[in-house]
Structure formats: structure tokens, C-alpha cells
């Protein structure tokens, strides 16, 4: 059974950073895609950031693209989501997710952690 954790969710004032992480386990984590998403209140969940197994392909939402950087270390078991110029609008809760297929993952990812609340105030 996989286990997906966030951290790194926050308060920040707009124009900030913050660095989310999510840690897996469980599972082989070297071989798979990773993703995060983000959910708004009132709002369905989007997709946010993508990386493939080994870190050299990533894809990003055009509302972060240039803001935000997903990386990862395998050897931890981590991914990690560094946001930059923080909105308002980024405000949601932050999930990040694991599938095998990186082709899926932007869209129906298999396995989801449990969120991390990000507040950007204006």
C-alpha cells in the first residue's frame, strides 16, 4: 500500500514562496511518475505539476508555468513542489499524487496523499 505525505503548507503573504514536499512509501518510488494538484474551495481539483521517473521530463499548468518547480530525489523518496510569486488564486489545498504511467499522471494519477493547505493573502 502506498503512502503519500505533504508538508510544507503554509501562510504567505502574495508574492512569496513556499516549498512543498511530499514523501512516499510503501512502494518503489524510483520508477514512477509523481504529480501535484491542487484543489480551491468551491473548485474542482487541478492539475498543477508533473515529473517523470527520472526527473527529466516535467510538465506544468499554464496558471504556474515559470513560477513553480517540481523536482525530485529518489533516493529520499520525495518530491518536492517549490512555489514562487504566490498568488491569491494559488490558495487551495495541495495534493500530491503517484502513478506508474507519467502519461496518466496529469490525469487520472492512482494514488493521492491527503493535501496540505496553502494560503496566499493579499
Known amino acids: 500500500q502506498v503512502q503519500l505525505t505533504e508538508s510544507g503548507g503554509g501562510l504567505v503573504q502574495a508574492g512569496g514562496s513556499l516549498r512543498l514536499s511530499c514523501t512516499a512509501s510503501?512502494?518503489?518510488?524510483?520508477?514512477?511518475?509523481m504529480g501535484w494538484f491542487r484543489q480551491a474551495p468551491g473548485k474542482e481539483r487541478e492539475f498543477v505539476a508533473a515529473i517523470n521517473w527520472s526527473g527529466k521530463s516535467t510538465s506544468y499548468a499554464d496558471s504556474v508555468k515559470g513560477r513553480f518547480t517540481i523536482s525530485r530525489d529518489n533516493a529520499k523518496n520525495t518530491v518536492n513542489l517549490e512555489m514562487n510569486s504566490l498568488k491569491p488564486t494559488d490558495t487551495a489545498v495541495y495534493y500530491c499524487?503517484?502513478?506508474?504511467?507519467?502519461?496518466?499522471?496529469?490525469?487520472?494519477?492512482?494514488?493521492w496523499g491527503q493535501g496540505t493547505q496553502v494560503t496566499v493573502s493579499s
Open positions: 510503501g512502494r518503489t518510488f524510483s520508477n514512477v511518475a
Open positions: 499524487a503517484r502513478d506508474l504511467s507519467y502519461n496518466k499522471i496529469a490525469t487520472s494519477p492512482r494514488d
